[in-house]
């Protein structure tokens, strides 16, 4: 069973940027599309983008869109979550995911497998 494992959360101002990373075990990296979800305090898990699995198509939130992109690197077992201009609202642990399908959907009961999620504080 594939490992995934998040990096890259910290505490940041409004207007700043981080570059989340989710590090995969497994050699069949690149075989199904890969998710990030995010869940703030009180809140249900909502996706917030998603990459097919040779990162040609994306799909992202429209809360995050125009500031946010999800990208990977199948050589390197590795996709990354760029999120700029940062408000408090996108406050939240980020979880990344593994479906079972190749194509980016939003449906989280589509992605079978997670890691244990990164923690992004924004400050206002």
């Known amino acids: 069973q594939v490992k995934l494992v998040e990096s890259g959360g910290g505490l940041v101002q409004a207007g700043d940027s981080l570059t989340l990373s989710c590090a995969a075990s497994?050699?069949?990296?690149?075989?199904?599309?890969m998710g990030w979800f995010r869940q703030g305090a009180g809140k249900r898990r909502e996706f917030v983008a998603a990459i097919d699995r040779t990162g040609e198509f994306k799909n992202h939130a429209n809360s995050v869109k125009g500031r946010f992109m999800i990208s990977r690197n199948n050589a390197d077992n590795t996709m990354y979550l760029q999120m700029d201009n940062l408000k408090p609202e996108d406050t939240a642990i980020y979880y990344c995911?593994?479906?079972?399908?190749?194509?980016?959907?939003?449906?989280?009961?589509?992605?079978?497998?997670w890691g244990q999620g990164t923690t992004v504080t924004v400050s206002s």
């Open positions: 995911a593994e479906s079972q399908f190749r194509s980016p959907t939003r449906d989280r009961t589509d992605y079978p497998h």
């Open positions: 497994e050699g069949t990296f690149g075989t199904y599309a």
